[in-house]
């Protein structure tokens, strides 16, 4: 995060995650409408409305929280005691592991890496499944990789945790950015997971900070009451606007795909045209996490810093040094841009 935060501005960035920020100005958003103080109580009711229903539940399934980073730190407050252990997916988001272990939690994790195509295959989750685990955590779509888990495998991996009296927490911050292919929330699946979202990625709202979790209303009351310990109420400034995002989402969607439909197929050919890189394409969202098959990945990174002014992710911080994630979220001109640059980078580091 750290990284994240003071390391990763570039000219031509291609590190960052998400969909670039949406102005405020393309938003029907009046100083009529804002108001400091409001009933945000356990949450604003027209926000709990609004997010039940984008996905498919009642109000009561709904815990509002800042971004998907403190709905995923409720969610494991709410899910785990201290020493219990969690299984969580590899190569991973760093900062499920460190809160986490902050919450006390033991990690375990199982293997979802190129080899295996990045994707979750139950049977590796079952090996890995301990009597002491009472959650594994998902990211859908996966962050590095923008790989999709179907249904079918998150029902598998269900069972192996209902049979274990476990949990499934499925991070689905990117999963919003399908838009209209976007499969319903896990939470459908079963009482037994838990979802956590944001319109963070798909959006390029994260200033709002409005994150959210779904559990089964029991679950989701006593995330509520923990919330109490950490931020007590919202940003009532900050609910109206994401109120009023949610309100005009097709107009917001709308840029995010045009963004998308110009950068994706830059990536695609980027990726075909590399035999130094192996990477499975993702088909939708916003990242990809090719791997460089030799050479150092931080030598790469200074190179293109130094002398190409571009930003990529170092795959260290997933855990995986060989790879890198790019994203294609950003201004098209930039991340043209961005890529031409990657690939003279990559050619001057094959002629050494
Ligand atoms: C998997 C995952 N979850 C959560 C977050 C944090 O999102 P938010 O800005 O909604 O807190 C990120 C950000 O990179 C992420 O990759």
Request: charged share 25%.
């Amino acid at each position: 995060m750290q990284y994240a935060k003071l390391r990763s501005e570039a000219k031509y960035s291609l590190a960052a995650s998400g969909i670039m920020s949406y102005p405020l100005a393309e938003l029907p958003v009046t100083l009529e409408k804002l108001e400091i103080n409001g009933p945000t109580l356990y949450g604003y009711v027209p926000l709990l409305e609004r997010l039940a229903k984008l996905s498919g539940v009642t109000p009561d399934c709904v815990v509002t929280a800042q971004g998907t980073s403190l709905a995923n730190h409720l969610a494991f407050a709410a899910t785990l005691e201290p020493g219990e252990e969690a299984l969580v997916e590899w190569p991973t988001y760093e900062l499920l592991t460190t809160t986490l272990q902050y919450l006390g939690a033991k990690v375990r994790f199982f293997d979802r890496g190129l080899e295996r195509g990045f994707r979750v295959d139950p049977e590796e989750v079952e090996r890995k499944t301990t009597p002491q685990t009472r959650l594994i955590v998902l990211t859908n779509l996966h962050n590095p990789s923008g790989a999709l888990i179907d249904d079918a495998t998150l029902r598998a991996v269900g069972e192996i945790a209902r049979k274990n009296n476990a949990r499934v927490l499925v991070d689905e911050v990117y999963l919003e950015s399908m838009f209209e292919l976007r499969p319903r929330p896990a939470i459908h699946l079963g009482d037994h997971f838990v979802v956590t979202s944001s319109l963070t990625k798909a959006y390029g709202l994260s200033g709002v900070r409005c994150g959210w979790i779904l559990a089964a209303p029991e679950l989701a009351q006593r995330m509520r009451l923990i919330h109490d310990l950490y931020g007590v109420n919202a940003a009532f400034p900050a609910d109206l606007i994401s109120v009023v995002a949610l309100d005009n989402l097709d107009r917001v969607i709308g840029r995010a795909k045009k963004l998308l439909a110009a950068n994706r197929p830059v990536l695609d050919e980027f990726l075909r045209s590399r035999d130094d890189l192996a990477c499975v394409q993702p088909e939708f969202g916003t990242v990809a996490f090719p791997k460089l098959k030799s050479g150092s990945v931080d030598d790469l990174d200074t190179l293109l810093r130094e002398k190409y002014e571009t930003g990529i992710v170092p795959g260290k911080y997933f855990g995986e040094d060989q790879h890198f994630r790019i994203g294609i979220g950003g201004d098209p001109e930039m991340t043209r841009i961005g890529f031409e640059r990657l690939g003279k980078a990559l050619d001057e580091m094959r002629a050494l």
